[in-house]
């Protein structure tokens, strides 16, 4: 009997932590995507009932639409002149000079257009977003929403959403068109490169379906960051240290969320 309890008085070895580790992972993931599946539904029972808030709405579109345009701009330039000159560093010593706006304009419509714009509004609207829900439900503002019969996720949660999908591919649609401008521009200034040929490597390899490419990127991102910025939010506990913590888990989350789907688009709809 005592060598019995001796032996469960032993601390667990390597292998018994790592599974320990390994199992709690995964509850915690599957915690999270059935409360995230909870949540989508709740939103789209909210919007096709008609009980969302169309002011609100119009307001996050403003702020995650019209404000956002500013920081879209720089970025989607910046991500144009740097494919534009390491491109032309690469390309034009060995290869005829056309191909470069062939991989300005694939580089940037197919990949950082969408994952650009995304991780920016991870910043500015998703970890907003996560504050704001965190900070009302500390401070016992979504209990009263609660207490009074009304549904915090229709009335907070569903206009983000929408905003999200609705905004997501404009912004993307504009930093693209920038993004290849500010491309052009520094192949004409680095690479001595003209617009015409710029234009005509870019049109020699086209296809419509990059578009939709591209697109499709940002409507799943559009998504994804306002519904798990709202799902974080909720589930604040704390006070304002629990504020911080969960905005910075959902920064991380929402940043590894959209990697792993982009790398996912590839295999699914360019083979």
């Known amino acids: 009997m005592v060598n019995r309890q001796a032996e469960l008085a032993q601390p667990p070895t390597a292998i018994a932590r790592w599974l320990s580790s390994v199992g709690?992972?995964?509850?915690?993931?599957?915690?999270h995507a059935g409360a995230l599946g909870s949540l989508t539904w709740?939103?789209?029972?909210?919007?096709l009932r008609g009980k969302v808030q169309y002011r609100e709405t119009l307001n996050q579109?403003?702020?995650m639409g019209v404000q956002s345009l500013p920081i879209v701009f720089v970025t989607a330039s910046l991500a144009g002149i740097v494919t534009s000159q390491q491109g032309g560093y690469q390309i034009v010593s060995s290869s005829p000079r056309y191909l470069l706006g062939t991989l300005v304009v694939q580089s940037v419509v197919l990949e950082l257009g969408p994952l650009l714009t995304a991780i920016v509004l991870v910043g500015r609207i998703g970890a907003r977003i996560t504050a704001e829900l965190g900070t009302m439900v500390v401070s016992e503002q979504i209990d009263a929403f609660k207490s009074l019969g009304r549904d915090p996720v229709a009335i907070l949660g569903a206009p983000r959403v929408i905003a999200g999908l609705v905004t997501m591919?404009?912004?993307v649609g504009f930093a693209?068109?920038?993004?290849?401008?500010?491309?052009?521009?520094a192949a004409n200034l680095s690479a001595?490169?003209?617009?015409?040929?710029?234009?005509?490597?870019?049109?020699?390899?086209?296809?419509?379906?990059?578009?939709?490419?591209?697109?499709?990127?940002?409507?799943?991102?559009?998504f994804v960051i306002p519904i798990i910025s709202v799902h974080m939010g909720l589930r604040t506990s704390g006070g304002a240290e629990g504020v911080g913590l969960k905005t910075?888990?959902?920064v991380m989350f929402m940043i590894l969320t959209?990697?792993?789907l982009d790398a996912m688009f590839p295999p699914l709809l360019l083979q």
């Open 169 to 171: 591919p404009l912004l």
């Open 176 to 185: 693209d068109v920038i993004g290849v401008a500010a491309g052009m521009i």
């Open 61 to 63: 579109c403003y702020i």
């Open 24 to 31: 709690s992972t995964a509850r915690i993931t599957a915690e």
């Open 192 to 222: 001595d490169l003209g617009p015409e040929t710029f234009l005509y490597g870019a049109r020699l390899f086209w296809h419509s379906w990059d578009l939709f490419y591209g697109l499709s990127k940002a409507i799943v991102f559009g």
């Open 258 to 260: 959209i990697l792993i």
């Open 248 to 250: 910075t888990q959902a």
């Open 42 to 47: 709740q939103v789209g029972r909210a919007i």
